[in-house]
C-alpha cells in the first residue's frame, strides 16, 4: 500500500529483515524477486537500492544446529548477492544471553561472554564468516550456473579470473568440467587442489558451501565414480570401497 501511494520517491533506499529460520536460506530468493518487482511496478520499471539489514539463524535447543548456522549464513549471502542486495548485515556478532532453550539469545556467531563454553568462543559460522570474506572481498557477482535443481553453483569474477560457491540440498555425487587444476576451499577456508582426469573433477556436493576457483566450465550430477568408508579416527586405517559405473570411450587408469 505505501507503494502504491508513491512511497518510493520519498526513499534512498530500502531495508528488509529476511529472515527464514529455521528453513535454509534458499527460499529468500523468491521473497526478493517478488519484493523487485513490487519496486519497478511503483517505480517506473526503476529499482531502488535494497539493503538487508538483519538476517540469521537461531541456534537455540530444537532448532537450527550450530553446523546449519554456518552452512546457512554462506548460502544466505551469496543469495543475496546473486539477487543484486547491496549491503548484508547477518544478526548477529554474539549472542544474547546463555539460555540454550531461547531463541533470541542464540543468533550469535560468537557464544556469550557468561556462556559456561567461555566468553566469546566461536560458534563455525564465525569461521565460516572470516573463510566467505577472505574467498569473496573483491569478486563480484557474474552469474549462476544452470544445475540440476538439487545443485547450486554461483560464479563470482575478479578480471578475469573466476570462482564459484557450490552446494547442494542433498549428497550429491558431481562432476565438474574443468580445463586445470582446481582450488577447493571447504567451510572452513581449508583449501585442497584437485586434479581433472579426462576432463572432470568428481566430487560429493554437499549442504556445506564450497568455493572453487579456477578454470571450471560447468557442474552436473554424475555417479562414474563413487568413493565410501568407515568412520574412524585419524591415523588408524580404514576400508574404503570405489563404486565405478563408466560410459566412456577411453580406458581408465
Known amino acids: 500500500e505505501f507503494f502504491k501511494l508513491g512511497g518510493l520517491q520519498y526513499l534512498d533506499a530500502i531495508s528488509i529483515h529476511p529472515y527464514t529460520q529455521p528453513s535454509p536460506p534458499g527460499v529468500m530468493v523468491q521473497q526478493l524477486e517478488g519484493l523487485k518487482t513490487l519496486i519497478r511496478k511503483y517505480n517506473n520499471g526503476q529499482l531502488i537500492p535494497i539493503y538487508s539489514t538483519e538476517f540469521g539463524w537461531s541456534t537455540q535447543e530444537g532448532g537450527n544446529t550450530e553446523k546449519q548456522e554456518a552452512d546457512y549464513l554462506v548460502r544466505g549471502y551469496v543469495l543475496q548477492l546473486a539477487s543484486g542486495i547491496e549491503k548484508i548485515y547477518m544478526y548477529d556478532l554474539m549472542n544474547d544471553g546463555i539460555e540454550t532453550a531461547n531463541n533470541e539469545h542464540n543468533f550469535g556467531m560468537l557464544h556469550n561472554l557468561k556462556d559456561p563454553l567461555g566468553a566469546y568462543t566461536p560458534k563455525p559460522a564465525y569461521a565460516a564468516y572470516a573463510a566467505m570474506t577472505r574467498q569473496l572481498t573483491g569478486w563480484k557477482f ?24 557450490v552446494w547442494a ?21 581449508n583449501t585442497e587442489t584437485l586434479v581433472p582426469y579426462q576432463g572432470y573433477v568428481y566430487v560429493t556436493i554437499t549442504n556445506e558451501p564450497r568455493y572453487i576457483k579456477g578454470d571450471m566450465s560447468g557442474i552436473h550430477e554424475s555417479a562414474e565414480f563413487q568413493l565410501t568408508g568407515e568412520d574412524g579416527i585419524l591415523g588408524d586405517p580404514v576400508s574404503m570401497m570405489l563404486n ?10
Open 142 to 165: 557474474n552469474s549462476k550456473d544452470s544445475t540440476s535443481s538439487n545443485l547450486y553453483s554461483y560464479l563470482f569474477k575478479q578480471d578475469q579470473a573466476k570462482t564459484r560457491v
Open 169 to 189: 540440498t542433498r549428497d550429491t555425487l558431481a562432476a565438474i568440467a574443468a580445463n586445470g587444476p582446481l582450488q577447493v576451499t571447504d567451510l572452513m577456508g
Open 244 to 253: 565405478v559405473q563408466y560410459g566412456g570411450s577411453f580406458a581408465i587408469s
